[in-house]
């Protein structure tokens, strides 16, 4: 009994806090529109959300296509069919390995950046403080992350096709020994434009879903430095978690 | 009944969860006069002030500010009455991304059209008021804990607040700083004439800055009036927290009285 009454709690708990989320974004979307617009904030953030993560989203994706054109190409030697190495390296990372875990790194490096930082503020009373001084923190501090978050995805993502493709080719080239020329036109033959649209959209839906998941944790931060921990830690599980079934809807729906 | 209240905290009641913090607080705050609020450790001191300026709404009752309801106002109505108000935070609550000079200018750039210039004359002004030179430029990483107080009390009365309310503004602080502090709230008090609303349960605090003292125990305001009136209570629990205060408060008065003499 205890644990249906257990699990029955959890579940209420979840729906709760997804109803709050729901509302939290909604009344960002709100403010989102409504001048003045902090174009400052916005490129701040498109700095650290999208340029100070190159890095790490670069590395990702190199080791993806790579490792995507040996695996690939160990299956598919078994049946012939080496020549659609590029091929598959191109479609997997633009359709989804590009949009997928570029999300979940930036998750990772900005969307725990927002809510420890946010989650201090809210520790520290900066949060009330905004509201004495007649500023909406909404306004202040959660659009411009909204905002970043949601127009730098794609350009990252087009970054990680890219270097995914290129890891791919000097993979299958360098040391798979393929004809650079054929590689290279296996890996255009298929793709379609819609293949990377589709990774685009995907990956703006998964920058609004870090940004606002990693600020309502933040701004729902209590419990000193214990709470800033946790909150972070929740940002970085829930976002995750939102992505991977998202992008499952996503790509089931619309492709 | 012909005084004239700022702030009216009529039945308040307030819980979180199944806690209860509030329940049936009454507190009226006369323009122009230092109000000490007092009482232990998560009496709900500061629950009571988050209600004054809006960052709380009660679940029952209501908290007239300037004979407006704070329930019952829009977001735009809210905003305009927190201008009302500086709040000097416990913690000092200073945007840690921005220099001191921009804390203390921030509600200037935001809500005014002056120009740069004279926003610096102002910061600068505020921060000579408090005691504070040459920081403007610094971040609030470099200030110590008093240093930071007086910054985020400069940055509370940046916009002329016809209200300060102070949250524990001694808390944390040693001995002569925690004296600056107090000299710092009753010269707010004369230089711009504002009304204080401290809590805080520092007793040599409470009898230096206040004109009157109320008392919050299990929610509810259990003694209120003149310091002398409210430290000679007869209530076993206000008489025994207030002893300290007792203490300095009367000696205060012999001590100090060949100095004003």
Redesign the interface.
């Known amino acids: 009994m205890r644990f249906v009454h257990n699990f029955g709690a959890m579940i209420i708990s979840a729906l709760h806090s997804l109803g709050e989320a729901t509302v939290f974004t909604l009344d960002t979307l709100r403010w989102i529109v409504r001048p003045p617009f902090r174009i400052r904030a916005v490129l701040e953030q498109m700095q650290e959300i999208g340029y100070n993560s190159i890095p790490i989203v670069a590395i990702t994706a190199l080791s993806t296509g790579a490792v995507l054109a040996i695996q690939s190409y160990i299956g598919f030697k078994r049946f012939g069919a080496e020549s659609m190495v590029g091929t598959v390296v191109a479609l997997s990372m633009t359709r989804e390995l590009g949009p997928v875990l570029t999300g979940i790194v930036v998750a990772g490096r900005a969307g725990s950046a927002m809510a420890a930082e946010l989650g201090t503020m809210k520790v520290t009373e900066q949060i009330d403080a905004l509201f004495t001084l007649s500023a909406n923190p909404v306004k202040y501090l959660i659009v411009p992350r909204i905002i970043a978050a949601t127009l730098m995805l794609p350009i990252l993502v087009i970054l990680a096709d890219m270097i995914g493709i290129a890891g791919g080719a000097s993979i299958g080239v360098g040391v798979l020994d393929a004809n650079p020329v054929i590689y290279m036109k296996k890996t255009f033959e298929f793709l379609q434009l819609n293949d990377i649209y589709s990774g685009l959209f995907k990956s703006m839906v998964f920058g609004l879903i870090i940004a606002a998941v990693s600020c309502f944790q933040g701004v729902n931060t209590d419990g000193g430095a214990e709470g800033v921990g946790k909150a972070t830690t929740r940002a970085v599980v829930v976002s995750t978690i939102m992505i991977l079934l998202t992008d499952y809807v996503l790509t089931s729906i619309l492709f | 009944m012909g005084k004239d209240y700022i702030i009216k905290v009529d039945n308040v009641h307030k819980a979180f969860g199944d806690k209860s913090v509030l329940t049936g607080a009454n507190l009226s705050v006369e323009r122009g006069e230092s109000m000490v609020v007092i009482g232990g450790s998560g009496t709900g001191k500061s629950v009571l002030i988050?209600h004054m300026?809006?960052?709380m709404m009660p679940d029952k009752g209501k908290v007239v500010v300037d004979g407006k309801e704070v329930g019952k106002l829009n977001?735009e109505e809210l905003?305009?009455l927190?201008?009302k108000?500086?709040?000097l935070?416990?913690?000092a609550?200073?945007?840690?991304s921005l220099t001191i000079g921009e804390n203390v200018g921030?509600?200037l750039k935001?809500?005014t059209n002056l120009s740069k210039r004279d926003r610096e004359k102002i910061v600068i002004d505020k921060l000579n008021m408090v005691g504070l030179k040459n920081v403007e430029n610094l971040k609030p990483m470099e200030l110590s804990g008093g240093m930071k107080k007086r910054a985020g009390l400069a940055?509370a009365i940046a916009m002329d607040p016809e209200i300060i309310l102070y949250d524990e503004p001694t808390t944390g602080l040693d001995p002569l700083m925690c004296d600056q502090i107090n000299d710092l709230i009753v010269s707010m008090q004369s230089k711009i004439g504002a009304t204080a609303v401290t809590i805080t349960h520092d007793m040599v605090s409470a009898s230096k800055i206040a004109d009157r003292v109320a008392m919050l125990y299990n929610g509810k305001f259990i003694s209120t009036g003149k310091p002398a009136e409210v430290f000679n209570d007869t209530n076993p629990v206000v008489a025994n927290f207030c002893y300290i205060g007792k203490i300095v408060y009367e000696t205060e008065a012999i001590y100090s009285r060949p100095i004003k003499g």
């Open positions: 988050k300026i809006g960052l977001e905003n305009s927190r201008r108000f500086g709040m935070f416990q913690g609550a200073l945007f840690d921030f509600a935001e809500h940055r």
